[in-house]
Nanobody, 122 residues
Framework: QVRLVESGGELVQAGDTLRLSCAAS????????MGWFRQAPGKEREFVAL????????NYADSVKGRFTISRDNAKNTVYLQMNNLKPEDTAVYYC???????????????WGQGTQVAVSS
């Protein structure tokens, strides 16, 4: 049974830094693409970033490019999202996802975590 558990979300101020973690179990982690999505109140869930199993291929949404960094530690079965220079519009529930292929649509992903709340005050 695949399980993804996010952590690290909290209330911060604009300009602050935060790192989210997602611990995975029940899958051969290095074979899976890992991704981060987010959903703000009243909005659709949107793509944030993804990283291939080896870490060689990484993609970001334009809205976070240059501020967020996705990484993974295959020895720890964990994927991270380093978020710098946070803005109020980054406020959302952040979800970790895994899939053998992944993609920019949330319909492309098989497994999801429960989410962690990030709130950025101005």
């Amino acid at each position: 049974q695949v399980r993804l558990v996010e952590s690290g979300g909290e209330l911060v101020q604009a300009g602050d830094t935060l790192r989210l973690s997602c611990a995975a179990s029940g899958l051969t982690f290095m074979l899976y693409v890992m991704g981060w999505f987010r959903q703000a109140p009243g909005k659709e869930r949107e793509f944030v970033a993804l990283i291939s199993g080896s870490g060689a291929n990484i993609n970001y949404a334009d809205s976070v490019k240059g501020r967020f960094t996705i990484s993974r530690d295959n020895a720890k079965n964990t994927v991270y999202l380093q978020m710098n220079n946070l803005k109020p519009e980054d406020t959302a529930v952040y979800y970790c996802a895994s899939d053998l292929r992944g993609g920019y649509s949330d319909a492309s992903w098989d497994y999801w975590g429960q989410g962690t709340q990030v709130a950025v005050s101005s």
